[in-house]
C-alpha cells in the first residue's frame, strides 16, 4: 500500500495545525495588550458559570426554538469530534475505521448516534440560513451586519452543510462496499449506521464499485479538508466564540450587574478629603518620569484584557441590540456594533503591531471617534439588557462606561444636561438648582 497518502495527510494537518496556531497566538497577544484585571476569585462560583452558561446553553433557552436549533448545532459539532479523531488515526497509520473492532457494537451505536445529530445540525442549518435570508429576521439583518458580517454568517453555515454531507457520503458509500464485501475494512455483512445503512443504498446502491471508492475517498478527504478550513477560518470569523465562549463565560464579573468598579486613584483622593486624621503629604512623591494613568478608556489597549476577550467571543447574534431600549426607540447605539468596533479596532492594533516588528506605532486613530462615537455612548441608559441578553455573558456596557469615563474625566465632553447636574450637585448636593435643605421649605408651610 502506498504511503502518500498518509504523508499529504500529515503535511495538511501539520499545517492547517500550525496555522492555526500561530492565528491564535496573535489573538493571545492582542487580548493581553488590554489592562490588567484579576478574575481569578471564586473558582467554584466560574467553574460552574462556564458548565451552565458555556456548556449548557443556559441562556439560549430564553427563546425556545432557536435555542433547540442551535443546542443540535452545538452537540453535533462536539460528539462528532470522536469521529474526527478516528479519521486523524486512520490518516496517519493508513487504517480504516480503527476503532470499530474494539468497540464492536457500540461502534455502530456511537456512529449512528452522530449521523442522528448530523440531520438534526443539517435541519437546524438549513432553517438558519432560511431565517437569515429568506425570513429577514431584523435583528439579524442591521446596518452593521451589512457586508463581510453577513457573508460570514452565511458562508460558515454553508461549510457546515457540505462538512454534513461529506459524513453520509463517506459512511453512506462504505455501508453499500461493506455489504457487497468490498470495504477498506476487512469482512462481510453491514454497519448498520441508523441513516447510512437507508440513505447509502437509496443513493449510491446503483453505482459501480469503483465509483463508490472515489466517493468513500471524497467524502473521507473531504470532511477532513473541511475541518482543517473551518479551525484556520475561525480566525477571520465570529465563530471564534466556539473557542472563547469557555473562557468568556468562567472569567465574566461575578459582581451584581448594576455595581460598578471605581478607580483606585479617584478613591483614595475621595479617602483622603473625607479623613480629617489624614496627611496629604504621607504618600510618597509620584515618579516623574511615570506616565500618568488614564481616567477611563479612549482606545483598546485603555480596556481590560476581559473587555477584549470579549470581543472576540461576540457571536454577532444581536439579541443584546434586539433588546436595547435606546437602540429600539431609534437611538444610534448598538451594544452588538459596540462589540464588533471593538474587535475591529483590536484587529487593526495587531496588525499595526506586526507591520511594525512587535511594536505598536501611533495611527492618529482610536477606537473612541474612528469607531465609535460619543452619540453612541451617550444613547445607553445603562440598564443592563444587553449583559442579561448575551448568551455568553459579554459586558457591552462595561465598555460603553469606560469610554464614558474618559470623555468625563479626561476631556470634560459630557452633554450639557449632565454637566449641569454634576455642577448642582458639587455647588448644592443635589441634582436641582437649589440645595438640600431648600428641598424641606416644604415643612414650614404646613
Not at 453555515?157 to 461493506?178: A, P, Q, R, S
Not at 447574534?317 to 483590536?346: E, F, H, V, Y
Not at 469615563?405 to 455642577?423: D, F, G, K, W
Amino acid at each position: 500500500m502506498s504511503i502518500l497518502p498518509n504523508i499529504m495527510f500529515a503535511v495538511i494537518l501539520i499545517a492547517g495545525g500550525g496555522y492555526f496556531a500561530m492565528n491564535l497566538k496573535k489573538i493571545i497577544r492582542n487580548i493581553k495588550l488590554g489592562q490588567d484585571v484579576n478574575r481569578s476569585d471564586n473558582p467554584s462560583a466560574r467553574w460552574k458559570n462556564m458548565a451552565l452558561v458555556a456548556f449548557g446553553q443556559k441562556k439560549m433557552f430564553a427563546r425556545p426554538v432557536p435555542a433547540i436549533l442551535h443546542f443540535a448545532l452545538y452537540t453535533a459539532f462536539v460528539i462528532t469530534q470522536i469521529e474526527l479523531l478516528e479519521i486523524l488515526i486512520d490518516g496517519l497509520f493508513g487504517t480504516h475505521r480503527f476503532f470499530k473492532p474494539s468497540l464492536g457494537g457500540f461502534y455502530t451505536f456511537l456512529i449512528s448516534f452522530i449521523e442522528l445529530l448530523s440531520v438534526l445540525a443539517l435541519t437546524a442549518t438549513v432553517l438558519f440560513l432560511s431565517r437569515r435570508n429568506l425570513l429577514k429576521l431584523p435583528r439579524l439583518n442591521m446596518k452593521e451586519l451589512m457586508g463581510w458580517p453577513m457573508k460570514d454568517a452565511n458562508l460558515i453555515l454553508i461549510m457546515e452543510i457540505i462538512l454534513v454531507c461529506c459524513i453520509f457520503t463517506m459512511n453512506g458509500t462504505d455501508e453499500v462496499l461493506y455489504n457487497i464485501g468490498k470495504s477498506h475494512f476487512e469482512g462481510q455483512g453491514s454497519f448498520g449506521f441508523t441513516v447510512s445503512q437507508h440513505l447509502g443504498p437509496a443513493l449510491f446502491g446503483n453505482l459501480s464499485e469503483g465509483t463508490l471508492h472515489v466517493l468513500e475517498r471524497a467524502g473521507w478527504w473531504g470532511h477532513f479538508i473541511m475541518v482543517m478550513a473551518f479551525l484556520n477560518y475561525l480566525y477571520f470569523s465570529k465563530h471564534l466564540h466556539i473557542i472563547f465562549a469557555f473562557p468568556n463565560t468562567y472569567f465574566a464579573n461575578l459582581n451584581p450587574q448594576g455595581q460598578f468598579d471605581n478607580l483606585q486613584s479617584v478613591t483614595n483622593e475621595v479617602k483622603l478629603m473625607m479623613d480629617p486624621n489624614a496627611d496629604p503629604f504621607a504618600a510618597p512623591a509620584p515618579d516623574a518620569d511615570a506616565t500618568p494613568a488614564k481616567f477611563g478608556a479612549s482606545d483598546v489597549q485603555d480596556l481590560n484584557w476581559v473587555q477584549l476577550l470579549n470581543a472576540y467571543t461576540c457571536t454577532e447574534c444581536g439579541r443584546c441590540t434586539s433588546s436595547c431600549p435606546a437602540n429600539q426607540t431609534g437611538k444610534k447605539l448598538s451594544p452588538r456594533k459596540i462589540m464588533m468596533d471593538t474587535r475591529d479596532r483590536l484587529e487593526e492594533v495587531g496588525r499595526n503591531i506586526d507591520a511594525n516588528k512587535g511594536v505598536f506605532v501611533p495611527d492618529g486613530k482610536s477606537l473612541l471617534n474612528d469607531y465609535i462615537t460619543p452619540e453612541e455612548l451617550w444613547a445607553c441608559t445603562s440598564c443592563n439588557a444587553c449583559v442579561e441578553e448575551c448568551p455568553v455573558n459579554i459586558s457591552p456596557l462595561s465598555i460603553i462606561m469606560d469610554m464614558r469615563r474618559y470623555l468625563v474625566m479626561e476631556q470634560s465632553a459630557a452633554p450639557v444636561e449632565l454637566n449641569n447636574m454634576m455642577t448642582n450637585i458639587e455647588n448644592n448636593g443635589a441634582p436641582w438648582q437649589y440645595n438640600q435643605m431648600d428641598r424641606l421649605n416644604w415643612k414650614d408651610e404646613a
